[in-house]
């Protein structure tokens, strides 16, 4: 099946720093998404984007498929940005969402 | 508008209990999913329905059964629990087949013991 990877795994920030996220996948993907799981536990949609560019206020991301990676940026980071961020994507010939192990991100006041 | 509900939101169980965890959308989704996620790790793929009255299985579906029972609810049974299944469950639905956008639940972190 396909393979989500995931990099850096860890990252501590200043806050007010910036920072880029990568995703690479292993196959053509019909879905990607960008999920930000809170210190509680919470799942929050940021982007949908199996390609293209998007941004939404300090967040934004590029996913190129044809080089089967996706990146998301981070700006301005402030400590409510702490948590893990996962990478999901579902392949051209498959049927489900597959999760890469995510990375965590640590802002420091 | 609620999303996604899910109910209970804490539970412990001893081992071969028995129990449902709920699932609720009011976005009028077509497709639903559970996942469970333990320690470090992504979530993964348990059983998922792609319309109402069907449901099909995931990447990790031994030890759980589901039930689709209308559009909006989906049901997760585990029928005699072991402690391999302490994780935390998300349900989730999307308005058309999986690689349409998917929005999750707040989980239910489930303990065995």
């Known amino acids: 099946g396909i393979q989500v990877e995931q990099s850096p795994p860890d990252l501590i920030l200043q806050e007010g720093a910036n920072s880029t996220l990568r995703c690479n996948f292993s196959?053509?993907?019909?879905?990607l998404q960008w999920f930000h799981q809170n210190p509680w536990g919470q799942l929050i949609n940021l982007f949908y984007?199996?390609?293209g560019t998007k941004q939404n206020g300090r967040l934004s991301a590029t996913t190129v498929a044809t080089e089967r990676y996706s990146l998301l940026y981070i700006s301005s980071s402030q400590t409510t940005d702490s948590g893990v961020y996962f990478c999901?994507?579902?392949?051209?010939?498959?049927?489900?969402?597959?999760f890469g192990a995510g990375t965590i991100l640590r802002v420091k006041s | 508008n609620a999303g996604v509900t899910q109910t209970p939101k804490f539970q412990v169980l001893k081992t071969g209990q028995s129990m449902t965890l709920q699932c609720a959308q009011d976005?009028?989704?077509?497709?639903m999913y559970w996942y469970r996620q333990d320690p470090g790790m992504g979530l993964r793929l348990i059983y998922y329905?792609?319309?109402?009255?069907?449901?099909d299985k995931g990447e990790v579906p031994n030890g759980y059964n589901v039930s689709r029972l209308n559009k909006r609810e989906f049901s997760l049974r585990l029928e005699s629990a072991a402690p391999s299944q302490t994780s935390v469950y998300f349900c989730?639905?999307?308005?058309?087949?999986?690689?349409?956008?998917?929005?999750f639940g707040p989980g239910t972190r489930l303990t065995v013991t």
């Open positions: 989730a639905s999307s308005k058309g087949h999986q690689g349409d956008e998917q929005y």
């Open positions: 196959d053509s993907v019909n879905n």
């Open positions: 984007i199996p390609s």
């Open positions: 999901a994507v579902v392949s051209g010939y498959g049927n489900k969402l597959v």
């Open positions: 976005m009028n989704h077509n497709s």
């Open positions: 329905s792609a319309s109402e009255g069907t449901t």
